[in-house]
Structure formats: C-alpha cells, structure tokens
C-alpha cells in the first residue's frame, strides 16, 4: 500500500507550487489546482480505506500496516526518529474524514474567496495544511505526530490570519499559535520523559501492551503521582491545547476571524479534534497504565463542554456560536474517551468517541460552510442582522436544518447515534457523569436551534440589496455535507473502529435513546418557542438570569484574566524586568567596569604631571633609594 | 601547504584584488566571484570529504597538514578537517556569500569595506580550519580587529561606543582563551599544540578545572553566554548588516567550537567537574535571552537576544556530554548561523527602506513588500522551531539528547529550557504581527521597493539552506557524528 | 705646602659659588658665580698636572659658552630683573635630595677609599704625547671618537642655527 | 674628616678631597635642576653637574692610573659635548622664549592632555 505515500506528497507538491508561483499564475487556475489534488487525494483516501478494510482484517482484528517507514534522524542510542505512513482503523478513518472535508472546503472555496486578494496563497495554505494533517494522522511514531502537530498550528495560524490587514485577525493567529504552542510545550515534554524511560517514540512499540517497556518508569514517582501519569498528562495538555479543552480554549473562538471554509476545515472538522485524536492513538497506554489521567480526561471533558455549551447559548455571532459548539462537541468526545474501558463493550466509549468524532467532521462542516453561504449572502457574522432567510436561501436552509438536527441528536440523523453511544457509556461510567451529559445535549439542541430560528425565521431585516442563494460551488459541497450528515450514522462503525481492533455490535440501549431524543426535541421546542417569531421572552428570560447571563455573554471573562496573566506577569513582570536587568544591571557592570578602569587611568595620569622637576626628583630619590638598597641590604 | 588554506588565500587574494580596483562595479564583480568562490570551494569540500570517507579513510582529521611556523614554542600550521569543520566551512561560506551580497549598494567607501570584510572572512576559516591552538587563535584574534573598524566606520546608532564594547569584550575573551592555551600548552609537557595529540594527554586535576573555566568562559565570552552576552544587542546593532549577520551567523559559532575543540574535548575531566556552573548558566542564558528579546522595542536588538538564547541552547548541549545533544548543538550551530543571518538580512533590507528598526514605527510591510515579507516570516517562523525548518531539528536533537541525560539537575534544566519555545513563539509572532502585518503606519511606506535581485539571492540561498538542514537533517548530523564520533569517547562517561 | 693651600682655595671657591650659583636670584649673577666655578676648576686641572685640560676648560667652558649663555641671559631677562623665588615646597624638597645624596655619597667614599692611589709626581703631560694618543687608531688611541664628536658638533652647529633661526 | 686633615700635612692632596668637591659641586646641581624655575637656571645646574663629572674623570685617571688618559680624554671630549648641548639648548631657550615671551620649566606643558591640567 505504498501508494498511501502520494495521500501525502500530492498536497505538499500543491502548497511548493502554488506558493511558489504566487501571484504569477491566476486565481482560477491555482484554485483548479488545489482543487485538482485534493480530489485526486480524496480518491485515493477512498481507496486505501475501501483497501484497508477489506484486507485488513486478520483474524477479526483489525492489523497496523505500515506500509512505509524511513529513519528520519538517527540518535545514538535506541532512539530515532521515523517518518512513516501507519494505516490502523482510526488513521484510516482520518484520512477518509480530511480528504472528504478538505476537498469540500477547496471546491467550496472556489466561489466563497472568489475575487480576494491572495487567493493563491489561500489555496497554497489550504494544501500545506491538509498536507500537515493527513501527516499528522498516519504518524508511526509520538515524534512525527508532534512535527506534523507543529506544521498544522501553523498552517492554522496562516489561515486564520489571513486577512493579514485586519488587525483582530492578526491578533486572533497570533493567540491561536501561541496557546496551542504553550500546550504543545506540554506535549514535548511528555514526550521527553515518556521517551526517557520507554526508549521509543514508536506507537507500535508503546501500544503493544509489553509491559516491559514501562518497567523502568515504575515505582518513580512526582509529587505524588507516577512519572509516567505526568508524561501522559502533558501529552494530554498538548491535546487539550489543540482541541480547546479548557482552560486552553481561548483561542478557537478567536479564531474564527480566519475565512469561515478555514474554519470548516481547521477550527471545526480535523484539526481540533487532533487532540481527541492522540488521546485515541495512545488510548492502551492511558487505559492501561495511566487509568488517573484517562479519568482527569473525562471530567475535563465534560466540563469543557457544559461550559462552552453555555456559553454558546449567549453568543451573538454565528460563528462564534458555532465555534463554543466544537468546543462542547469536543468535550463529548473528550468523554467519551475518558469513560471508555480497553476492548469488547467495555470500549464503547472508544468506538463511539471516534464515531462522534466522524459524525461531527461532517455536519460541524457543514454548519460552518452553511453559516458561511449566510454571511455569504448577508456580509455579517451578527446575528441581528439575519432573519427570514429561509425564503432567499432554500438549499442553505434546508442543510443547515440537517446540521441542527443531526447535532441535536435527532433520530436518524448521524449525531443521534454517535451521541447516543457516547451517553451510553458514560452511563456505564457514572450515572451522575451520564445526567450531566444528557443536560448538556440538550444544551446544545437549544443553543443550536436558536441560532437556526435566528437566522432562518424571527422577524425578517431589512437589507441593502436583498441575500440570494449562493452559487453552485457552494451548495454542491453543502449538499454533499447534508448527505453525509443525514446517513452518516448508519455506519456500523463499531465494525470498523474499536478500541482493541476486534470488530463488536453494541445493543442499543432503547430507554436512554429515546429519553435523548426526548431531551433534544425539548431543547428544539424551547429555542422554537423563545426565537421562531421575534419575541420579548429572550430578554426577559436573559434579565430573570441577569449575573449569570452576563458572565455567560463575557465567556465568563477567561480572555481578560489571560489578557491580565500575559500584560501584567509575563510581559510587565518578566520582560520588562528582564529587559531592564539586562540593560542596567548585567551591561551596567560591564560598563562600570570600563568606567572605572577610566577613573584609576585618570587618577594614575595625574602622575604624569608633565613637569620634568618633579620628574627628576622621582627619578633622583629612586636611584638613591635603589644604591642604597643595594649598598647596605 | 595544505590545500585547506585556500579558504584563507582566496579572501587575502580578494583584499589585494581589491587594492586595485577604483570603482564600485570592480568592487563587486570581486567581491561576489570572490565569495561565490569561497561557497562552491566549501561546497566541494564537502564533496571530496565524504568521498574520501566512504573509501574508507577513518583519520581523524582529513586533509590534515603541517607546518613548522617557529620551532622554539612547537608553533605549527596546522589545518585539517573532520565532520564538524567541514560543515562550519560551508556555514562560513554560506554567510560570507550572502553577506557579501547584502552589502552590494553599500553607501560610503565600498572598497575598504569589502577589504576589511574579507579580511575578517579569512580568519574565521582559518580559525575552523586549523587543528593547532597557536593557528586557531591566531586566527580568533585575525577575525576580531576587523569588526572595530566595520562597526565603528560603517556601522548606525551609537557605532563607536558598539564597536569599542565588543571589541574590548572579544579581546577580554581571546585573553582567557590565551591564557587556557599556554596553561595546556606547558602542563603537558610543553610538546605540542596540536589538538589531535593533545587530546592524548592528560593534566593533572585541579589545573584541568582551571583551565577548564578560563578556556570555557573565554570562548563563552565571544559565544555570548549570560552573563557575558552584553556586546551581542549593542554590536549587532551598530554593526552594518553583513557584518552583523557575519557576527551573529560566524562569530558566535567560533566562540562555540573553541569551547568544545578546546575546552571540552582537551579538558574532559575539568569539565565534569564543572558542567553544573555552566550548565545553570546556560540554561538560565536561552530563556533569559527569550525574555530580554520579548522586552525590546528594536528590531535587531530583539534578534540579538534571540541569538544569546539561542546560543545558550549550544553551551547546554555542549555540557549535557551526550552524542545526541552534541550533535543538537553543532545542528543548532549551523542552524542559528543560517536563521539569524537571514533575519539579520531582512532586518538589514527593511532598515534600509523604512530607515527605523523600531517596531512600533513599522506595520503593514507585507503589502509593500511581499517578498522581504515572506523571507522574514520564514525566519521567524525557523526560528521559532517550526517542522521542515532547521531550528526545530536542532532544537529537538537538543532536547531529546539532554533529557537522555541520567542527572536530575540536566533533565530539570532541559525542561526549564524547553520552555523559550513558548516565549520565542511570543516575540517573533509579535514581531511578525506588528512589522509585517496589520495597517500600514505611514503613508511614505507605500513606495518603497520590494527585494532586488542581489538581496532576493541572499535570501533563497539562506532560505534554501535552512530548509535543506530541516528536511534532510541525517545529512547534516552523519557528518556531524562522524566528527564527534573518536572525540565522544573521552567524554562520555 | 703651597698645593694643598691652592687647593683648599679652589675647593672653598668652587664650594661657596656652586652653592651661589644655584640659589641667586638674578641670572646674570648666578651666571657669574658659574664662570668663578668653572675658573676654579680649571685651577683643579692645573694641580693635577693636566695642562692642556685646563686650557681646554678656560678656552671653551670660561670663553665659550659663558659667552653663550650670558647673551641667552641678556636676550631674555630685562637688566636687574629678579626671578621670583621658587615655592618653598619645591626647594625644601631638592635639598632634602642633595643634602641627603651628599650623605649618602660621603658616606661612601668616607667608609672605602683606602689610598689604593699612587699620585705621580710628573710636572706636566706632553702634549705631544696627547696628540698622537688623540690622533691615533691603536689601543688606548681616540681618532674615532674624536671624529664621533666632531661630526656631533657640526650637527649642534647646524641644529642650533635651524632652532634658533626666526621663521 | 680625620684621615683628610692628615693627608693636609703629609703632602699629597688626597683623592677624597677632590672628590668630595665635585660632590659639593654635583648636589648644588641637583638642588638647581630641581628646584629652579627659569630653564637657564636649570642649564647652568646643568654644567655644574657635568663640570663636576668631569674633575671625577680627570681625578680618577691622574690617581688610579696615571699611565692611561681615558679620564683624561672623556673629560675634554664632555667639555666638547656640553659645549653643544649648551649650544642647542640654548637655541631652544630663546625659540621658547620668543614663542611664550618666558623661559619657565611650568609653562612647558603644551605636549600634555589639556584636561588632566582641568582636572589638578
């Protein structure tokens, strides 16, 4: 299966070209290009996974292949570093879910950036990240994972601030690199330590359930907890960093400044849910040996998602509201990981992470690029200013509503499923834990169907020149999307993608599954009934909440306790005093040397007065001084 | 006379080629065969060293050469090459070339800078160049004169109080290294200053720590360790831009490889003894420098501590005594010699059109200038350690081979060393942020030139050679190990 | 007899006017203290039975450059004018010195000069003898030096004139 | 003292005698140069200190080896040489004299760096 390698080298060959041709060539033919490669990377993605799971199985289980796999840097030692391309059932699965999404978001893009300056550099960065993600998920070891971690942060970071003119955005890549570059400091010394003891960076070696090569981490302990707990823990902080896990979530809703198919692609369908993924891709060693830390994953899980899903409910710009909805989403897979046992049913919560992770790819794309054939046609991410569309905008409309139901868990739709499982085993966890969740889906069915009635119904605006349905390139994909989104969740994934690889049905658990759906229409009946016609019971409901829907609408001001964190420690009171110690302490030492060695040089010129007398007499009294020395000693 | 020394012959032939000339345009067609020259010799060095190792010659130093100089004091030149050399001679060659073409529109007296220019280049190829301790430091000394007068004459801002600081400080550093010299020279009997030979013999304990701290401070001084650093941001940047790229991308790297050839690898035993001073200082020099460079409001003043945290990582992997870590640090060498030269072009093309290096004077440049734009941001980006960039293959050699390391105080302080990969993100991303992106502050900034074609050359050719070391890094570090290979021995305890 | 009377003479001569000459303060006077001096000098030379020195000592010392210096002292200083006495500081510090090299010197040829002389009683030294050792190349001769100081004195000649020459 | 107030009686002029006039002569020199102000004070305390050189050379030579004349020669050729260095000294007396309008050994310190007077 070598030919896995183009999956990779075509879109870096797309990015080397277009970035360099730049501007030489003209923007319909770079977007054709782009386009071009990733249908061809697409297509092979298909095929290797049509390949993959047809061959693959030996035994019932489902077998790593690593197809290709080179020594990248040799240390001395046991370690190296490898690039290589691993096909297992959750890398493939990525690779179906990245090329399917990307390609949408070119063909999409096609239309949405038509007539932007720098649309070449667009599609170049589009390439180096799809490039940098579909390496980040056939990684054979820890260390190529993390390079291509680096390379999507920033392929992410030239996206979003790619309206470099502006500066929020601007600001927003900046923000968006650094907290996911503070977390990967995490990662990298997770991987160091982890390496330190396992001498690998090899997932095949360290998912191999060998618990020899653990053993010389055993029984060495930090504070409390055992090294290989911390190593893991800093590996999840780099996850959390990249899947806006609070605390680190910061930057995700920022980043929506980036153009809205970036943030299909990027902030919504592959690279957030990178995090997720490495959590699965080490998932033996977490179940196995680090169950603490899959625990602390669960619970931040699930907090990251209550939280964001409230927040959501407050926010006013579409993409935002979106973007607090991937947070929540994420949080759900997080849990769903952190829940899960290794193998058979007790890995439910593996199986239906993955499937929530595949299922929410397609119809959190498809929001997003919904939203943006929306601010498409009404050039506003404001809430306020939307209205009525449904009547401009069928085909928009009508997918859109597949993304809200299939998100709400709505039977059949492909959310309903995937969630169902995820609620299922973390039934299975705790109960407390599972009526969390459920509250949170309904949560979530809310704030998305307030966003749905807010710009579909309520009360129709007035505008400049009235909004028309988007162009082909953008409903084709859209429609696309919708199909996935509807059926998606008839996969039987648990055939497919399981913790240990041995394929199993889980019994569908009917009472939590219809009480879901109960929970889900209530949430769509309550958002109906508050925002389908403009209304005052929004306001009295947020005025009833007063404190709490104002910490709410502020993101409960996490962005001003980092903006006070960063301003005031790091910069006014580690730079600065940094800065000011070196200018005035260590350089002024250097120069108050210099200076007194000019004042003893002045103080010793005094001696040379210049008078020959005086001269004389020094001259005088030494030869007399030295003969009588001579003389009489 | 060994076929090495044309790296010396060709800049010393270049000054007298130079005394003739009597016009800009014989300037530099002579200052540019020159230094191409000197690249494609550096280039087939490489070449014909790893011919000869693949047939099988396993000296330790290739090419090898001697010549009595003064038989009195054993003074001989010595040159020879391994691994390491080779691969500073092409980073030396590398600079010089793009630095010689930076300089191309020079404004005032082309002729005495390109001589003095050269003249500076000869000495730090005959400093990598030379196995024997009188030749290296002579060559040290050779290297450090010229920068006085290319700072103090050609040189911006406060030049002359620049130019006479890192001198006097140079020279402060080439006096401890003197000293370490004649203490190996005469406690081994007095024999030979050849390093190959000395490496055989052994000093006595407590003189091998003290010439251990005298040679490594020295050679810490002119490789900017804290708290020895302070000529770095004020010589930067006086010092015109070739000459501030040469300091940043060559002489920082001489200071570096004296304290490995000389005070490492002759002295193994004092630098045990001593590795945890230096190692502190060290560690505590990359995110001091990360710090100091988020502090400062100019733009080559933010590069210059950029550069002293750098230059910290390569003190660190020196004293974690690992071939991991020491091939990190010769990677991080080469790699911080490309990157900083880079960005000192950059900074040195944008000054020369906007005529402010401060940030907050500057913004929106991108759109004036795309191409200047993207070669900065490719800077900042390598320097900040990004995949497929040289930076985040030396930054990570040197990371993985110091957590190897079995001592708590190493693993501690590569941990707390990790952490300038965060605070350099900071400031090269604000840098970026303010200069490249965002509105433009002043109007007359829309009518300033893009990159000329001698300046677009600097810049691929840079470019280039920090993407060759990040993607193809075996490359680089096999010739690296093959350098480090018969010296490891004795270090690794 | 008559010998040592001269020369007690001469000593308290050239003691009582060394001492003048450096402490007067009018340059014409101390200028005159310093030709007794040199006249007494001479008179030293005589006793020692070197005649042709002491012709050499007047002609050159006593003619010539009292000459020189009584016209430097006209040329600069107005007739009758005193020089203002030097700080006391300064004097009492230069005899601090000599009092104490005269002690110390003293103390010296005092303590070790034990008459290993002979002084010969020859009247006088031939001057042709003087001549031929003066013009001659061999051992103990001094053509070279004599030549040496000739081309010395062309050169202060020449040196003196281009110093002194108004411009 | 006891040995010179001998020597008065037994006929022969001592060595001591002669020599310690020059040293009277020699220190009265000393006490010139440095504690006079005006350059031809310091000149003339420079004769004396050569005369009294000079009486040394002739005395040494006449009562330690009275068969040699290299006391003898070196005396007359100093006399040759102070008379020069008399000569150009005192072309140099009246070119300062006419460039200062004075002949003082303080007011000669144009060589030196003017600040380091600032600062006295």
């Known amino acids: 299966m070598q030919y896995t390698l183009l999956i990779l080298l075509l879109p870096l060959l797309s990015f080397v070209v277009l970035g360099l041709m730049d501007t030489k060539w003209k923007a319909r033919v770079a977007g054709s290009v782009g386009t071009l490669v990733l249908s061809v990377v697409a297509a092979l993605s298909y095929y290797t996974a049509w390949a993959y799971f047809s061959t693959a199985n030996v035994g019932g289980i489902y077998q790593k292949i690593v197809p290709l796999q080179t020594v990248w840097m040799q240390f001395s030692g046991q370690l190296h570093i490898d690039l290589g391309i691993l096909l297992d059932p959750i890398s493939v699965m990525m690779l179906v879910v990245i090329s399917t999404v990307s390609l949408m978001v070119h063909i999409y893009s096609l239309a949405y950036m038509k007539g932007e300056k720098g649309f070449e550099r667009y599609y170049a960065f589009l390439s180096l990240f799809t490039f940098s993600m579909l390496g980040l998920v056939v990684a054979t070891n820890i260390f190529q994972m993390y390079i291509f971690w680096e390379l999507v942060g920033v392929s992410s970071y030239l996206l979003i601030g790619f309206y470099y003119t502006k500066p929020e955005a601007v600001a927003a890549s900046k923000k968006a690199f650094i907290v996911t570059r503070f977390a990967d400091l995490g990662f990298l010394i997770g991987i160091l330590i982890l390496s330190f003891y396992t001498q690998t960076f090899d997932f095949g070696v360290l998912n191999s359930g060998n618990a020899g090569i653990f053993a010389s981490a055993s029984g060495v302990t930090f504070m409390g907890a055992s090294v290989l707990s911390w190593a893991m823990a800093l590996i999840f902080i780099g996850g959390a960093g990249k899947s806006a896990m609070f605390p680190l979530h910061i930057w995700l809703p920022d980043a929506m400044e980036g153009p809205t198919p970036v943030s299909a692609l990027i902030h919504a369908a592959t690279m957030v849910v990178a995090g997720v993924y490495l959590v699965a891709r080490l998932f033996p060693v977490y179940v196995t040996y680090t169950p603490d830390v899959l625990h602390g994953i669960a619970y931040v899980g699930a907090f990251t998602s209550l939280f964001a899903a409230v927040i959501a409910c407050t926010q006013t710009d579409i993409k935002r509201v979106l973007a607090f909805s991937t947070i929540s989403q994420i949080g759900y897979m997080m849990v769903g990981l952190g829940v899960s046992g290794y193998g058979g049913h007790e890995g439910t919560g593996y199986m239906a992470s993955m499937f929530h992770l595949f299922t929410h790819a397609m119809f959190k794309a498809l929001l997003f690029l919904g939203a943006g054939s929306v601010i498409h046609a009404v050039h506003s991410n404001e809430m306020q200013k939307m209205g009525g569309l449904r009547k401009y905008m069928p085909v928009t409309h009508l997918v859109f509503l597949i993304g809200c139901l299939a998100i709400a868990g709505i039977f059949p739709l492909s959310g309903f499923f995937s969630k169902d499982e995820i609620l299922a085993a973390t039934y299975m966890y705790s109960t407390g834990l599972g009526i969390g969740m459920s509250f949170i889906a309904g949560l979530t069915a809310f704030y998305m169907f307030r966003l749905y009635f807010n710009i579909f119904w309520g009360k129709e605006n007035s505008y400049e020149h009235s909004p028309h349905e988007s162009p082909l390139a953008m409903t084709i994909p859209l429609v696309v999307l919708a199909f996935f989104s509807f059926f998606g969740g008839l996969i039987p994934f648990g055939k497919f993608v399981t913790s240990d690889g041995a394929a199993y049905t889980g019994e569908t658990n009917y009472v939590l599954a219809i009480v879901s759906v109960l929970i889900g229409i209530t949430g769509i009946l309550l958002a109906a009934a508050m925002y389908r016609k403009k209304t005052m019971l929004p306001d009295r409901v947020s005025q009833?909440?007063?404190?709490?829907?104002?910490?709410?609408?502020?993101?409960?001001?996490?962005?001003?306790?980092?903006?006070?964190?960063?301003?005031?420690?790091?910069?006014?009171?580690?730079?600065?005093?940094?800065?000011?110690?070196?200018?005035?302490?260590?350089?002024?030492?250097?120069?108050?040397?210099?200076?007194?060695?000019?004042?003893?040089?002045?103080?010793?010129?005094?001696?040379?007065?210049?008078?020959?007398?005086?001269?004389?007499?020094?001259?005088?009294?030494?030869?007399?001084?030295?003969?009588?020395?001579?003389?009489?000693? | 006379m060994s076929p090495l020394l044309i790296f010396v012959l060709i800049p010393l032939l270049m000054m007298i080629a130079l005394f003739f000339t009597n016009n800009r345009k014989q300037v530099n067609l002579i200052s540019l065969s020159g230094s191409l020259l000197l690249l494609l010799s550096a280039i087939a060095l490489v070449v014909l060293f790893w011919r000869e190792r693949t047939a099988g010659n396993t000296a330790q130093m290739l090419f090898a050469a001697d010549t009595v100089w003064y038989r009195e004091f054993n003074i001989h030149i010595a040159t020879g090459v391994d691994g390491i050399s080779v691969l500073m001679v092409l980073l030396s060659a590398i600079i010089v070339f793009t630095a010689s073409l930076v300089s191309w529109r020079i404004e005032s007296m082309?002729?005495?800078?390109?001589?003095?220019?050269?003249?500076?280049?000869?000495?730090?190829?005959?400093?990598?160049?030379?196995?024997?301790?009188?030749?290296?430091?002579?060559?040290?000394?050779?290297?450090?004169?010229?920068?006085?007068?290319?700072?103090?004459?050609?040189?911006?801002?406060?030049?002359?109080?620049?130019?006479?600081?890192?001198?006097?400080?140079?020279?402060?550093?080439?006096?401890?290294?003197?000293?370490?010299?004649?203490?190996?020279?005469?406690?081994?009997?007095?024999?030979?200053?050849?390093?190959?030979?000395?490496?055989?013999?052994?000093?006595?304990?407590?003189?091998?720590?003290?010439?251990?701290?005298?040679?490594?401070?020295?050679f810490g001084i002119i490789g900017a360790l804290f708290p020895f650093h302070v000529w770095v941001p004020d010589g930067h940047?006086?010092?015109?831009?070739?000459?501030?790229?040469?300091?940043?991308?060559?002489?920082?790297?001489?200071?570096?490889?004296?304290?490995?050839?000389?005070?490492?690898?002759?002295?193994?035993?004092?630098?045990?003894?001593?590795?945890?001073?230096?190692?502190?200082?060290?560690?505590?020099?990359?995110?001091?420098?990360?710090?100091?460079?988020?502090?400062?409001?100019d733009l080559k003043y933010i590069n210059a501590y950029a550069s002293i945290s750098h230059c910290g990582l390569m003190f660190f992997a020196f004293l974690i005594f690992n071939e991991t870590a020491l091939t990190g640090a010769f990677l991080q060498m080469i790699s911080h010699g490309l990157i900083t030269a880079l960005f000192f072009a950059c900074i040195g093309m944008i000054y020369s059109r906007t005529h402010t290096r401060l940030v907050s004077e500057m913004g929106g440049l991108m759109k004036v200038m795309p191409f200047i734009g993207v070669g900065f941001i490719i800077a900042g980006l390598a320097s900040l350690g990004l995949p497929g960039f040289s930076g985040f293959v030396a930054e990570m050699t040197i990371f993985i081979g110091a957590?190897?390391?079995?001592?708590?105080?190493?693993?501690?302080?590569?941990?707390?060393?990790?952490?300038?990969?965060?605070?350099?993100?900071?400031?090269?991303?604000?840098?970026?942020?303010?200069?490249?992106?965002?509105?433009?502050?002043?109007?007359?900034?829309?009518?300033l030139a893009d990159a000329y074609w001698w300046e677009r050359v600097t810049m691929i050719t840079l470019i280039a050679a920090v993407v060759l070391v990040g993607t193809m890094p075996s490359w680089f570090s096999n010739m690296i190990q093959d350098g480090l290979a018969p010296l490891v021995a004795g270090l690794v305890k | 007899?008559?010998?040592?009377?001269?020369?007690?003479?001469?000593?308290?001569?050239?003691?009582?006017?060394?001492?003048?000459?450096?402490?007067?303060?009018?340059?014409?006077?101390?200028?005159?203290?310093?030709?007794?001096?040199?006249?007494?000098?001479?008179?030293?030379?005589?006793?020692?039975?070197?005649?042709?020195?002491?012709?050499?000592?007047?002609?050159?010392?006593?003619?010539?450059?009292?000459?020189?210096?009584?016209?430097?002292?006209?040329?600069?200083?107005?007739?009758?004018?005193?020089?203002?006495?030097?700080?006391?500081?300064?004097?009492?510090?230069?005899?601090?010195?000599?009092?104490?090299?005269?002690?110390?010197?003293?103390?010296?040829?005092?303590?070790?000069?034990?008459?290993?002389?002979?002084?010969?009683?020859?009247?006088?030294?031939?001057?042709?003898?003087?001549?031929?050792?003066?013009?001659?190349t061999e051992k103990f001769q001094y053509l070279l030096p004599f030549e040496s100081i000739s081309i010395l004195l062309l050169a202060c000649i020449v040196g003196a004139i281009m110093i002194a020459r108004k411009r | 003292m006891g040995s010179i107030l001998e020597n008065f009686t037994s006929g022969i002029i001592p060595m001591e005698a002669y020599i310690f006039v020059s040293f009277i002569m020699f220190f009265s020199g000393i006490y010139g140069f440095l504690s006079r102000k005006s350059l031809l004070m310091v000149l003339i305390s420079i004769e004396l200190i050569l005369n009294?050189?000079?009486?040394?050379?002739?005395?040494?030579?006449?009562?330690?080896?009275?068969e040699h004349f290299e006391g003898f020669f070196f005396a007359m050729f100093t006399i040759a040489i102070s008379a020069c260095e008399t000569a150009v000294a005192i072309a140099i007396v009246i070119n300062i004299y006419r460039n200062l309008n004075n002949v003082e050994v303080d007011s000669l310190d144009e060589l030196k760096e003017p600040e380091a007077s600032d600062e006295k």
């Open chain 4, 52 to 66: 009294s050189a000079d009486i040394n050379f002739a005395v040494f030579n006449r009562y330690l080896y009275p």
């Open chain 2, 403 to 447: 957590f190897q390391n079995s001592g708590e105080l190493q693993r501690w302080f590569t941990i707390f060393a990790t952490a300038s990969i965060v605070i350099t993100a900071v400031y090269i991303l604000r840098v970026v942020g303010k200069v490249l992106y965002g509105k433009q502050e002043h109007q007359a900034y829309d009518s």
């Open chain 3, 1 to 136: 007899m008559a010998e040592q009377i001269i020369f007690y003479i001469l000593a308290a001569i050239i003691a009582v006017f060394s001492v003048m000459a450096v402490t007067s303060t009018r340059l014409i006077r101390s200028a005159l203290y310093l030709l007794f001096v040199l006249l007494a000098t001479a008179g030293l030379y005589l006793l020692l039975g070197y005649h042709y020195l002491f012709a050499v000592q007047t002609a050159v010392y006593a003619g010539g450059i009292m000459v020189l210096f009584i016209f430097a002292i006209l040329l600069t200083q107005k007739p009758g004018e005193r020089i203002t006495p030097e700080p006391l500081k300064q004097r009492v510090l230069a005899i601090v010195l000599s009092v104490a090299g005269i002690a110390f010197c003293g103390h010296i040829v005092y303590y070790n000069f034990n008459r290993v002389y002979s002084f010969v009683k020859e009247a006088e030294l031939p001057t042709k003898q003087l001549g031929m050792t003066l013009m001659g």
């Open chain 1, 544 to 633: 009833s909440l007063g404190f709490i829907y104002q910490l709410a609408r502020n993101k409960f001001y996490v962005d001003e306790l980092y903006l006070f964190i960063t301003k005031n420690v790091f910069f006014k009171g580690m730079a600065s005093p940094v800065s000011w110690y070196d200018r005035h302490v260590v350089n002024g030492s250097v120069n108050g040397l210099a200076v007194v060695t000019q004042w003893v040089s002045v103080k010793i010129k005094g001696i040379q007065t210049g008078k020959v007398q005086q001269y004389a007499w020094v001259f005088l009294l030494g030869t007399l001084l030295m003969a009588f020395l001579i003389l009489f000693l």
């Open chain 2, 237 to 297: 940047s006086s010092a015109p831009t070739s000459v501030s790229m040469f300091l940043s991308g060559i002489s920082m790297k001489l200071g570096a490889y004296g304290a490995f050839r000389v005070a490492i690898c002759l002295l193994p035993e004092g630098a045990h003894q001593l590795a945890w001073i230096f190692l502190i200082l060290s560690g505590f020099s990359v995110v001091y420098g990360a710090f100091a460079a988020l502090g400062q409001s």
């Open chain 2, 110 to 218: 082309p002729k005495e800078f390109y001589t003095w220019f050269s003249f500076l280049a000869a000495g730090a190829f005959g400093f990598f160049i030379s196995i024997d301790l009188f030749t290296m430091f002579f060559f040290l000394e050779m290297s450090v004169v010229p920068k006085f007068l290319l700072i103090g004459v050609w040189g911006s801002g406060r030049k002359d109080y620049s130019a006479m600081k890192l001198v006097l400080m140079l020279m402060g550093g080439s006096v401890l290294v003197l000293t370490g010299i004649l203490g190996i020279y005469y406690l081994t009997g007095a024999e030979t200053l050849n390093i190959v030979e000395l490496a055989h013999k052994n000093i006595e304990q407590p003189a091998q720590s003290i010439l251990f701290a005298l040679l490594f401070t020295g």
